[in-house]
């Protein structure tokens, strides 16, 4: 046992905080009154406190760096850990520090822009040239893309408008779909798996005629046609094995088999070069010949 000479109370020494300088090893005293002590201290004190404290954060920032550094990597589970089980409160005192700092945030923005413009430009074309995500666009687009979710769970997918091929869009090619869905752009700006897809769909990038107007090495058939000719033949030229500018091409020429032109059986997929090849080289097949039987039908 041991008396406190602050409360005069005998007490445990366990009572007591260690204090090798004394004789006992404990402090005279009692852990109690100490603390009673502090916390008056700090209360009688609480500006004066609060100054130095300031004082020594503005002469040590790098010191403070440091050690918060320091600490986080040795201490990345218990973070980890503590955010997910205060996530609301996170979203609270953020959302909170934000609307009283709104003027200091506006400044900083200002400030950083400037003195980034570089850097920030190549991460807004980085960005754009992302990969989609699912959770962002699925509700934005129409039943033209039918998006779904990629295999990685976190993408989207969406049907090619030439040749119906599911592929994942970048963000940019995303955001001026929507833009066009919405009416905040003119034109269609639809959603092609390719290049070669792009030149050779008859919409793209007409404004007033289709491609079909003048004379092109693609004879237009249905979209609905053409995309289940290039699926059965797995996107791929049945003549040179090619997976650019694809074309759906009827075996036998249009003039000899009217009625069964919209047969898939009566089609195959041909790349632009073989597709031009067969057109110019196989009798029936000529532009010209075509051209012929077109004007036949509409005398």
Request: aromatic fraction near 10%; glycine fraction near 4%; include cysteine.
């Amino acid at each position: 046992m041991k008396q406190c000479t602050k409360c005069k109370e005998w007490k445990e020494l366990a009572e007591f905080s260690k204090r090798k300088e004394s004789k006992d090893g404990h402090r005279s005293q009692c852990k109690q009154c100490v603390s009673k002590s502090k916390k008056y201290y700090y209360i009688k004190n609480k500006e004066q406190i609060k100054e130095y404290k300031k004082e020594w954060c503005e002469n040590n920032k790098e010191q403070i760096k440091e050690y918060q550094k320091e600490w986080r990597e040795n201490n990345k589970e218990q973070i980890k850990e503590w955010r997910e089980n205060n996530k609301e409160q996170i979203k609270e005192r953020s959302k909170e520090w934000r609307e009283n700092n709104k003027d200091h945030i506006k400044e900083y923005i200002k400030e950083y822009r400037g003195n980034n413009k570089e850097q920030i430009k190549d991460q807004i074309k980085e960005y754009s040239k992302s990969n989609a995500k699912y959770e962002l666009y699925k509700d934005k687009l129409t039943i033209d893309e039918s998006p779904r979710l990629n295999e990685n769970g976190i993408s989207i997918e969406v049907k090619c408008r030439y040749c119906g091929k599911y592929f994942i869009p970048t963000i940019s090619q995303i955001q001026h779909r929507t833009y066009a869905l919405n009416g905040q752009t003119p034109g269609e700006h639809s959603l092609y798996c390719s290049n070669g897809c792009k030149e050779s769909c008859p919409i793209y990038n007409q404004s007033k005629w289709p491609k079909g107007h003048k004379p092109a090495t693609s004879r237009e058939v249905q979209p609905e046609l053409r995309q289940m000719v290039l699926l059965r033949d797995n996107y791929e030229c049945q003549e040179c094995g090619s997976t650019e500018s694809l074309h759906c091409h009827h075996i036998w020429p249009l003039n000899e088999s009217p009625i069964t032109s919209a047969d898939v059986d009566e089609c195959v997929t041909l790349c632009k070069s073989c597709h031009k090849w067969v057109h110019m080289n196989v009798d029936g097949c000529g532009y010209g010949e075509m051209r012929e039987y077109d004007c036949d039908i509409l005398t």
